[in-house]
């Protein structure tokens, strides 16, 4: 099972040339049964990411485009009426959030009232209109897109939508090589015959993640990923510096994160058990979107990964 999923990585990583580590931390969210934010600059392959994998997973995939003018109901469906002889009835029409896989493509350019749209599906796999509760598919994850909330006609995730997200990885520049080998691949694409794609089967997935879900967590890897959150929100018993830079630390949610996200990547490294290299592999993607910084990092040009290094440095490892 384990090498089946890994072939399924390989698959992704010969579509998204240069991007190991994004292809990673989004199985790692898909065998958690977490959802996933990619952030980068405009063309850098977060969309062609989601749909590599999408492509590669026997699921139904729906594709949302954010925008300002989206309503609320037009990603969770609403109630229509439908007229069958004299007979007229009020039937629930599924919007584009009833699917296994859902792209949220540059969801950061809708206001907060669409974005909060997700909240309940999200969290609860459930969404409720009309007074009526609607249960999402065992098999469903959001992998939404943002451009920087510095870029024009983007606004800023709430933070309560921010901390249901998994992890959130973020998309460099490719290197020079991978940008080459890329060129031919496209070249590829739009002169050759379409390979065929070996697709990974739900009930594979559900597997993996009963095999991810009986990886063993020690005592002390608890602790150590307790001490490590614990650390966002008393910073000042740590470093004063720590202090200035960090206004809110991270929620429970980040603890269950790092829990989740290090038996992950421990499953596909061919282990049983959690190792601290395991917790510090996947503290980025896990806390960087939790943590809230100050004005005073704001104005160092401190960033959430800077602050999350020096805790990683402060926050003893257990022998």
Do not use: C
């Not at 940008?179 to 739009?190: A, F, I, K």
């Amino acid at each position: 099972m384990r090498e089946t999923i890994l072939r399924f990585e390989t698959g992704a990583n010969e579509a998204v040339i240069g991007q190991q580590d994004v292809v990673r931390h989004v199985l790692i969210a898909l065998l958690a049964d977490g959802h996933v934010l990619l952030e980068s600059l405009p063309g850098l392959a977060k969309t062609r990411t989601v749909k590599a994998i999408a492509a590669r997973l026997a699921a139904t995939m729906r594709r949302i485009q954010f925008t300002p003018d989206l309503l609320p109901s037009d990603i969770t469906g609403g109630e229509t009426l439908l007229q069958s002889g004299t007979e007229r009835m009020l039937t629930f029409q599924p919007g584009p959030i009833f699917g296994n896989l859902i792209l949220a493509d540059e969801i950061n350019r809708a206001p907060a009232k669409v974005q909060s749209a997700l909240l309940e599906a999200m969290e609860e796999r459930q969404i409720s209109v009309a007074g009526k509760t609607h249960r999402m598919a065992d098999l469903f994850l959001v992998m939404a897109t943002q451009n920087p909330i510095e870029q024009e006609g983007t606004y800023p995730l709430p933070e309560a939508q921010m901390d249901r997200f998994l992890m959130k990885v973020l998309i460099g520049y490719p290197s020079p090589q991978s940008e080459g080998e890329m060129l031919r691949l496209l070249r590829r694409e739009t002169t050759g015959t379409p390979p065929e794609v070996e697709t990974l089967a739900q009930d594979v997935v559900f597997a993996a993640r009963r095999a991810v879900a009986q990886v063993e967590v020690a005592p002390a890897i608890d602790d150590y990923i307790v001490a490590l959150v614990n650390a966002t929100r008393h910073p000042k018993a740590l470093d004063e510096g720590l202090a200035r830079w960090i206004e809110i630390g991270a929620s429970p949610r980040g603890a269950i994160g790092l829990d989740r996200a290090s038996r992950a990547h421990a499953w596909l490294d061919g282990r049983a058990y959690v190792t601290p290299d395991d917790v510090r592999a996947v503290i980025g993607p896990v806390l960087r979107h939790r943590l809230i910084l100050s004005y005073d990092a704001s104005a160092e040009r401190v960033s959430a990964d800077q602050v999350i290094e020096q805790l990683v440095a402060a926050v003893a490892v257990p022998a």
